[in-house]
């Protein structure tokens, strides 16, 4: 009897398989790609293996060509490492709001110390409740955290305008100033530009 379960085959697992199909260094890749600075195409190289993170489309169709993978494999390969990076976040999330501020604040040593007053976690045991009472223990919540917190700084106070709850690691409710909740976001929890990357070059090759 076969075994039905196939290994996920992600875009690192691909461009590793395929280096070592064709017997290349990973410095004879680099050289096949174009490139002249190794030390530097190499780095980026791991970065887009592991994250999907890339310094332009450029240099992912040169990876692809030097490796010879077609669209199809390349768009299964994507989906795998999109869904174990949704994995991964589901793990590691804990849920939190976090009180929405009109304007920016220049980054600096300040400023991450004031971002961790805004974004506070909310106990799993609020998951575990019937909805309505969820929302009621999280807007608590929410108010409390601004009676501790900005009371005594109404130059952020006059600038908050709700807040987000991070319910699960794909999805946010974001609340006004009534404490309504205007909208539910489902999101996809990868940093920005893999999507991208996904849609723009499946696109192109297959």
């Given at each position: 009897?076969?075994?039905s379960?196939r290994?996920?085959?992600?875009?690192?697992?691909?461009?590793?398989?395929k280096?070592?199909?064709q017997g290349?260094?990973?410095?004879a890749?680099?050289h096949?790609?174009g490139?002249?600075?190794?030390t530097k195409?190499?780095r980026?190289?791991?970065?887009?293996?592991k994250?999907?993170?890339?310094?332009?489309?450029d240099?992912?169709i040169?990876l692809l060509?030097a490796?010879?993978?077609?669209?199809?494999?390349?768009?299964?390969?994507?989906?795998?490492t999109?869904?174990?990076?949704?994995e991964d976040?589901?793990?590691?999330?804990?849920?939190?709001i976090?009180?929405?501020?009109?304007?920016s604040?220049t980054?600096?040593f300040?400023w991450a110390?004031?971002?961790?007053?805004?974004?506070?976690?909310?106990?799993?045991?609020?998951l575990?409740?019937?909805?309505e009472?969820?929302?009621?223990?999280?807007?608590?919540?929410?108010?409390?955290?601004?009676?501790e917190v900005?009371?005594?700084?109404?130059?952020?106070m006059n600038r908050?305008?709700?807040?987000?709850?991070?319910?699960?690691h794909?999805?946010?409710?974001?609340f006004?100033l009534?404490?309504?909740?205007?909208?539910?976001n489902?999101v996809?929890?990868v940093?920005r530009?893999?999507?991208?990357?996904?849609?723009?070059?499946?696109?192109?090759?297959?």
């Open positions: 009897m076969k075994n379960t290994k996920t085959i992600t875009i690192q697992n691909l461009l590793n398989h280096i070592r199909e290349l260094s990973r410095s890749l680099i096949r790609m490139y002249t600075n190794i195409a190499l980026r190289f791991d970065q887009f293996a994250t999907l993170e890339f310094p332009s489309e240099f992912v040169r060509s490796l010879n993978i077609n669209g199809v494999e390349f768009h299964k390969a994507v989906l795998a999109l869904r174990r990076f949704d976040a589901k793990k590691e999330f804990t849920p939190f976090e009180i929405q501020l009109e304007g604040i980054p600096s300040a110390a004031i971002h961790s007053l805004w974004v506070y976690p909310v106990p799993v045991k609020h575990q409740e019937p909805f009472t969820e929302i009621k223990g999280v807007v608590n919540i929410y108010q409390n955290r601004m009676k900005f009371q005594d700084k109404e130059s952020l908050v305008y709700g807040f987000h709850y991070h319910r699960t794909n999805t946010i409710l974001k006004n009534d404490l309504v909740c205007e909208e539910i489902h996809q929890p940093p530009g893999k999507l991208p990357l996904a849609n723009r070059l499946m696109g192109h090759l297959c």
